[in-house]
């Protein structure tokens, strides 16, 4: 709930190249991608031993809005033989809008705080990859990172006309109203088999997100009301993959097929938000819940590039999904 996006965790010196499938590709990459993709390929670990520090600091020209500061580094290059690492990690702020941003003589009248500004957020990141080349076109990696990210209270005042002094106050304090931390881990095999590669990998995501409670369903949703109170959603990803991608030429087309798999368990233990009583919903407990919920998903899809000319590329592909709650779905694409 609430999550704020920042890409410095990957730092612009790691990038090796950025790909962009603009439109759907769900039927590779699963309904996520039903607005496209964008994939993120970092540099591998190179024979020399390599590294930056990268600093960084935004002033607004308005003093009322909040400034940024960044300071980053990467390091990569071999330990011994056939094998190498990677490690990268970043601090950064940006300050909240102060809460005089918006004030006007109408609506700080009455003890009343003014609409918020832009909300700030505190980051720390670190991460590193360990490579092993097993032997030629063989490769393993252990990757893992930790983040955190927390935001700076701006004041805002939800559903309610007028704001209440303790929005005021949590603003004025520069308070985290909600923290996010993110573990990850991933194995992954990648193989070269003459013109045929592959690439099978499990990952691990872990995410808790520890927030002061809001106001739920009924008119104060989105108000805190006691900032000693705070509760915990945690979610769990477990997940394996595997692709494997093999050249064709039929009648002279070249080809380029892609067949894939995913199995994915994800476990949610959302408690706090699981409080209202659900009444006349299907298949939904109206009592008590404990808020724990989990799902697993199991896919196979097969895509095809047809390179008809050098200006038009022909992808057709075909997804099969079971889902543990909303049963099978084939999708089709071209």
Do not use: C
Request: without cysteine; aromatic residues 6%; charged residues 20%.
């Amino acid at each position: 709930r609430n999550t704020r996006g920042d890409t410095n965790w990957v730092p612009a010196e790691m990038v090796e190249r950025i790909e962009v499938l603009r439109g759907p590709a769900a039927a590779r990459y699963g309904s996520g991608a039903a607005g496209g993709v964008i994939n993120i390929i970092t540099k591998a670990p190179g024979e020399h031993l390599t590294g930056s520090v990268t600093a960084y600091a935004l002033a607004p020209e308005h003093g009322e809005e909040g400034a940024s500061r960044r300071l980053g580094f990467n390091l990569a290059g071999p330990l011994a033989n056939k094998l190498s690492f990677r490690v990268f990690g970043n601090v950064n702020k940006t300050e909240a809008d102060d809460l005089a941003l918006n004030a006007t003589p109408e609506n700080t009248a009455g003890g009343a705080i003014p609409p918020a500004g832009r909300e700030g957020v505190r980051n720390r990141d670190i991460g590193g990859l360990l490579r092993w080349d097993v032997a030629t076109g063989q490769v393993l990696e252990f990757e893992s990172a930790f983040s955190r990210q927390g935001n700076i209270f701006a004041g805002d005042r939800a559903v309610n006309g007028a704001g209440s002094p303790l929005l005021g106050e949590l603003a004025g304090d520069g308070a985290e109203t909600n923290v996010m931390l993110r573990r990850t881990a991933s194995l992954t095999h990648r193989g070269t088999w003459g013109a045929t590669s592959s690439r099978l990998w499990l990952t691990y995501e872990g995410t808790d997100n520890t927030r002061m409670n809001e106001g739920l369903a009924g008119g104060p949703e989105g108000s805190i009301s006691d900032p000693t109170k705070k509760s915990t959603s945690e979610l769990e990803t477990y997940s394996a993959n595997g692709e494997i991608h093999t050249p064709l030429n039929f009648g002279g087309v070249a080809q380029m097929l892609t067949a894939g798999f995913e199995a994915r368990k994800e476990k949610l233990n959302d408690p706090y938000s699981m409080t209202q009583a659900a009444t006349a919903i299907p298949g939904m407990q109206s009592g008590n819940r404990d808020g724990r919920s989990s799902a697993e998903t199991y896919a196979v899809y097969v895509e095809d590039n047809i390179g008809v000319n050098t200006a038009f590329t022909l992808t057709p592909g075909l997804r099969f999904d079971k889902h543990s709650q909303f049963g099978t779905n084939w999708s089709p694409s071209l």
